[in-house]
Nanobody
Framework: QVQLVESGGGLVQAGGSLRLSCTASGRTLSSYGMGWFRQAPGKEREFVAAISRSGGSTNYADSVKGRFTISRDNAKIAVYLQMNSLKPEDTAVYYC?????????????????WGQGTQVTVSS
């Protein structure tokens, strides 16, 4: 069992930046492909970014390309999402996810473990 915990969310003005972190308790994440998803009020959860086990490959939703960067530190058992040039439409609960067989997948069902989420609110 992998327990994921997100942190780093908060309130920021449009154009600002936030860095989300995802850590795993008691387990290494090096065996897992990792992803970030988000869910805005009244909307379905959507893919944001994914990173391979080694960290050498990444995948992004078109809506965040060029603004968000996913990275990982397997030694520290953590995955990060650096979010720059934030927009009000980025407001959502952001979830970290892990899967043994994902291959940078944007599909929720391919991820086995999920965190509880962290709220990101971008004011205009």
């Amino acid at each position: 069992q992998v327990q994921l915990v997100e942190s780093g969310g908060g309130l920021v003005q449009a154009g600002g930046s936030l860095r989300l972190s995802c850590t795993a308790s008691g387990r290494t994440l090096s065996s897992y492909g990792m992803g970030w998803f988000r869910q805005a009020p009244g909307k379905e959860r959507e893919f944001v970014a994914a990173i391979s086990r080694s960290g050498g490959s990444t995948n992004y939703a078109d809506s965040v390309k060029g603004r968000f960067t996913i990275s990982r530190d397997n030694a520290k058992i953590a995955v990060y999402l650096q979010m720059n040039s934030l927009k009000p439409e980025d407001t959502a609960v952001y979830y970290c996810s892990a899967g043994l067989v994902v291959g940078l997948s944007p599909r929720e069902y391919e991820y086995d473990y999920w965190g509880q989420g962290t709220q990101v609110t971008v004011s205009s």
